[in-house]
């Protein structure tokens, strides 16, 4: 089992809907969650931190944990072209904070 | 645009050669993480410095290692280079006094061994 799982996409999704990206991870006992947007070509860029069970808002972003089921999910709301990207899903563990990533969900939003 | 630097931005090698990259982290951050993301996958975790000390090491073997400077620059080398190391190696900078370690992506540098 992979410790971080998330589906390699591509997602597609029409200019204006919500984009759901999911996400699960393997150890209990990590604490911090973390999602990253990559553009094609470009280096990863942090756009979502979770740390307790619950939605966290932020713009169009939402960001959800539910630790008891192992899972974190990131939802897009009102989509855009430039929101086109690969998501990376990274939990943070061990000492010292390493963090582990997913494969990425590529996702492509169309007008 | 995070404030952490990377050089240089591409680099072509042969096999059984050595590189040395470079990364200098965001003002205030102490510590220091390279990742190697190979085309299609997510980062894998290397190292982290802190304070001048590895800190923690990834699935890799010895013949990657790297230092952090006083001023919490930090250097990745690879001796013997293999074609699989072909890949886009990052840095990421961090601050312990942030309460969540949150880490941020330099622009990264892109190895090919040929």
């Known amino acids: 089992q992979k410790e971080v799982e998330q589906n390699s996409g591509p997602l597609s999704v029409p200019e204006g809907a919500i984009a759901s990206l999911n996400c699960t991870y393997s150890?209990?006992?990590?604490?911090?969650f973390f999602w990253y947007r990559q553009y094609s070509g470009k280096s990863p860029e942090l756009i979502m931190s979770?740390?307790?069970?619950g939605d966290k808002e932020d713009g169009r972003f939402t960001a959800q944990l539910n630790k008891a089921s192992q899972y974190v999910s990131l939802l897009i709301r009102d989509s855009q072209p430039s929101d086109s990207a690969t998501y990376l899903c990274?939990?943070?563990?061990?000492?010292?904070?390493?963090?582990?990533f997913g494969a990425g969900t590529r996702l492509a939003v169309h007008p | 645009e995070t404030g952490v630097t990377q050089s240089p931005t591409h680099l072509i090698k042969t096999r059984g050669q050595q590189v040395t990259l470079r990364c200098s982290s965001q003002?205030?951050?102490?510590?220091v993480s390279w990742y190697q993301q190979a085309l299609g996958q997510g980062p894998q975790f290397i190292f982290q410095?802190?304070?001048?000390?590895?800190?923690g090491r990834g699935n890799f073997p010895p013949r990657f290692s790297g230092l952090q400077f006083p001023n919490y620059s930090s250097e990745l080398n690879v001796n013997a280079l293999e074609l699989d190391d072909s890949a886009l190696y990052l840095c990421?900078?961090?601050?312990?006094?942030?309460?969540?370690?949150?880490?941020?992506f330099g622009p990264g540098t892109r190895l090919t061994v040929l």
């Open positions: 979770i740390y307790s069970n």
């Open positions: 990274a939990v943070a563990s061990g000492g010292y904070n390493k963090l582990i």
């Open positions: 990421a900078s961090s601050s312990e006094a942030s309460a969540y370690n949150e880490q941020f």
């Open positions: 003002s205030g951050h102490n510590t």
């Open positions: 150890d209990r006992g990590s604490q911090s």
């Open positions: 410095y802190y304070r001048e000390e590895e800190n």
